[in-house]
């Protein structure tokens, strides 16, 4: 029994932009929009768009990555054919190999793929925030008769430059490929998402693979060679709500986002394409007699004494009397305790601010501006004073600042 | 976890719909056991998931009539990690196989069931009722019950009957069971007492061995006996060691609409909070709603709340919810607002009951009292 598309989504970034973090997280398993973590995005995108098989390729700290997808249950893929399967670099008969580049991570898979015997394989990044209906994007391809696809996004003129960017013609046809290039020719970015037809995929892998020149990378390597033989390649156009949450600064202001579903276009509360994620077994939440709560969102399992605005708490934050939280965004299992002032930054998972301590600071000439974070399970002591450029790594002492 | 019983050494047996006539509004379309309960749950979890967390995964819920919300609710019984080969989470409807009629009494579903209780391997059977909520350590009842090598452990609680217990009966016939102790050993097992001030009243939960439950309600069947307590522990009281188990953790009963209010707003204080679920994980079906979002303008104190609610009005001393929203100028005081209620733009509402899919519409104002709720029953608009 063949599948129409398999999903491959490469999950084995560091993310290394995101400090402390992904000291010992996968960037994908970082957690999002106060119950989710990115990749609970493309795998319900997956589920929304009926693709029921999906190898997820791992690399970087992949224990908690592999924990949270576990059997795929809460994503409806735990299936008896196809369903969720985390693929590791392997040891094989003769080497073994990290994965090398993003192409060479789904090469060293290519039987998996074959299991399913595929018509299409679409390729996903674990690391963007993006509601996409893939199977939309798959009828473009078949309309096309492409060989192959990739989701686009304009970007404006000026900020060009910074990505990989498709020339087309005016059949949505790619001519030209650029690279961060200077001089842009178009404003067609690279999302990172190709849908490819299984057997050219992988001929094209097989051969990348046995060019010892190459990087073995989709981008400098796969599709610049789809191009010199001229292949059938088509860029789709996408214009809903898509983010690399790459950086500490993106991560907060996509976070931010979510608060303002109206006008930022990433909605949560779409009951047509609902993200699912893993549930934390939270009672529901509190908001106790002496808190203040605005323009906020809280989950499952916190209690809120203190003052929220314009913050996200993910599940089990506990904000004691007194504290103040603004403009942050709270992981799960924090607690802020009385008297703290958490503003503008990101609080990684289960960190404990001492009581009257001071986590980052609003920017002064506004916007985004610098945001403080801290890394997950770290104690901020009492009256400690975390500054508002802060990357924060290990325990801050009481009094102590940084 | 400690206190994890040896695995397969009890089965776990649930009433879903005992005291159903006691809340006919809740259980117009649904069964005690469905019934939702503190913002997130259903009231069978407390029992199902105390049961798992004791290491119980041979679990069946004996229905007797409107179980189609308990059969989706509960699904495969994964969310309780009871989806297994073996045993895990049955739902037992009526006419399932000749035998099992709708049964009058715990005698009767028992013996409905009496050929699968006679195949199981398990030692003890342990059974509840689903209109308590509690978050009991099984697994210390059933040391109780070995250690004291009685015949049948009942669990009982110190408090006063609840008053509407007292009242002349009206449309309800529900039992209740009152107990005289002395030491452990249960000596006198009142039906419908009327006694004023403490007593031990019976949480209906009880450890039996296996083969001696099936002997028994052998035995009261063939006499035409329907009451477990009444028909077959009450006459035997002598003749049968009934070691009393005093549970003195956190108890919400649901014995009418007035407690159903009060036990929600209960929860409301923190500590009643901890109480009930600190001793462990409470599991319940799981929604995929997004997290609650309090829009600017919202104002909210007190309040428990579940994922998935909007609120943009004001919210005080309520519990809400999964899914409800309540839009600008709306003010909820001392309400209980279950899944997806929809309050319209400046609706006022005070001590008001909604059932799942209520909408208010916008300016509409419904008032009740500490004392009396006013009820808007399942997919009903105001």
């Known amino acids: 029994m063949a599948k129409e598309m398999v999903a491959m989504l490469l999950a084995g970034g560091q993310g290394s932009r995101l400090y402390a973090l992904t000291q010992n997280l996968a960037k994908p398993a970082v957690p999002f929009g106060g119950k989710y973590r990115i990749i609970d995005f493309p795998i319900s995108n997956c589920v929304n768009s009926g693709i029921d098989t999906v190898g997820v390729l791992t690399q970087y700290q992949p224990v908690e990555l592999n924990n949270y997808i576990g059997n795929g249950q809460p994503w409806d893929l735990d299936r008896l054919y196809g369903g969720i399967h985390v693929l590791p670099p392997y040891q094989k008969a003769s080497g073994s190999d990290w994965f090398k580049g993003t192409a060479n991570a789904i090469y060293q898979h290519i039987a998996f793929i074959e299991k399913y015997d595929p018509q299409y394989v679409i390729i996903l990044s674990g690391d963007q925030i993006c509601k996409q209906d893939y199977n939309d994007f798959l009828q473009f391809h078949k309309a096309k008769n492409a060989e192959f696809s990739v989701a686009v996004m304009e970007v404006p003129w000026d900020d060009a430059s910074r990505f990989g960017l498709m020339v087309t013609d005016e059949n949505d046809k790619i001519t030209e490929f650029q690279e961060k290039p200077k001089n842009p020719k178009s404003n067609l970015a690279s999302m990172g998402i190709y849908i490819f037809n299984w057997d050219i995929l992988k001929k094209y892998l097989i051969e990348d693979e046995a060019d010892p020149e190459s990087e073995n990378d989709f981008g400098n390597n796969i599709i610049p060679n789809l191009l010199r033989d001229e292949r059938r390649m088509y860029a789709y156009r996408f214009d809903g709500y898509w983010k690399d949450v790459g950086t500490i600064g993106s991560l907060w202001e996509a976070n931010m986002e979510v608060l303002d579903p109206e006008n930022s276009g990433i909605d949560l509360f779409d009951e047509d394409w609902k993200i699912y994620s893993r549930n934390s077994g939270h009672t529901g939440h509190r908001i106790a007699p002496s808190a203040v709560v605005e323009d906020s969102m809280i989950t499952d399992g916190c209690d809120v004494k203190g003052t929220v605005k314009h913050s996200i708490l993910y599940a089990g934050v506990t904000v004691e009397e007194g504290a103040v939280v603004e403009d942050a965004v709270v992981m799960g299992g924090c607690t802020i305790k009385a008297g703290a002032v958490v503003k503008h930054c990101i609080l990684g998972e289960n960190v404990e601010v001492g009581e009257n301590a001071v986590v980052g600071e609003h920017p002064a000439g506004g916007g985004i501006g610098d945001v403080a974070h801290v890394g997950p399970g770290l104690k901020i002591g009492a009256n400690a004073v975390v500054g508002p450029t802060a990357k924060v790594y290990e325990d801050v002492k009481e009094g102590e600042k940084c | ?382």
């Not at chain 2, 397969?8 to 069964?31: H, T």
């Not at chain 2, 290491?55 to 308990?70: F, H, P, Q, T």
């Not at chain 2, 050993?185 to 209906?204: A, I, W, Y």
């Not at chain 2, 009060?262 to 997290?291: H, Q, S, Y």
């Open chain 2, 1 to 382: 976890m400690l206190n994890k019983v040896i695995n397969n050494e009890a089965l776990g047996v649930i009433f879903p719909n005992s005291y159903d006539g006691l809340v006919p509004e809740l259980v117009k379309e649904r069964l005690m056991a469905s019934i939702p309960f503190a913002s997130r749950y259903r009231l069978v979890d407390f029992v199902i998931s105390s049961m798992a967390r004791a290491g119980i995964d041979n679990i069946s819920l004996i229905a007797r009539e409107n179980y189609l919300s308990l059969m989706d609710h509960l699904g495969s019984g994964r969310e309780w990690d009871l989806a297994r080969k073996n045993g895990g989470l049955n739902v037992i409807p009526p006419y399932a196989q000749k035998t099992i009629k709708v049964y009058n009494g715990r005698v009767e579903a028992l013996e409905s069931i009496k050929s699968f209780l006679v195949s199981q391997k398990e030692k003890y059977v342990v059974m509840s009722d689903a209109n308590v909520v509690a978050n009991i350590n099984y697994g210390e009842v059933i040391e109780a019950h070995k250690k004291s090598g009685a015949d049948v452990t009942v669990v009982y609680r110190k408090q006063e009957i609840p008053e509407n217990f007292k009242k002349p009966l009206g449309t309800n016939h529900d039992l209740y069971y009152t107990l005289d102790v002395e030491g452990n050993r249960v000596t006198q097992l009142f039906v419908n007492s009327k006694r004023d001030g403490e007593v031990n009243f019976s949480m209906n939960i009880y450890v039996i061995e296996r083969e001696l439950l099936i002997r028994l309600i052998d035995e009261a069947y063939v006499l035409g006996f329907t009451c477990f307590e009444r028909d077959v522990l009450a006459p035997q009281i002598d003749m049968l060691d009934i070691q009393g188990y005093c549970y003195d953790g956190y108890v919400a009963f649901i014995h009418d609409m007035k407690s159903y209010f009060d036990e929600n707003m209960r929860l409301l204080e923190a500590d009643n909070l901890d109480a009930l679920f600190g001793p462990g994980p409470v599991w319940t079906k799981i929604r995929d709603d997004n997290p609650t979002r309090y829009i600017k303008g919202a104002k909210v104190s007190n309040v428990m709340a579940a994922d998935g609610c909007v609120i943009e009005g004001e919210v005080e001393n309520s519990v809400l919810f999964r899914g409800v929203k309540v839009a600008k100028g709306a003010k909820v005081k001392n309400c209980v607002l279950m899944q997806d209620t929809v309050v319209g733009e400046g609706a006022n509402l005070e001590y008001v009951i909604t059932d799942k899919d209520v909408t208010i519409t916008s300016g509409k104002s419904l008032v009740g009292t500490d004392s009396f709720q006013v009820f808007v029953a399942k997919k009903q608009t105001v």
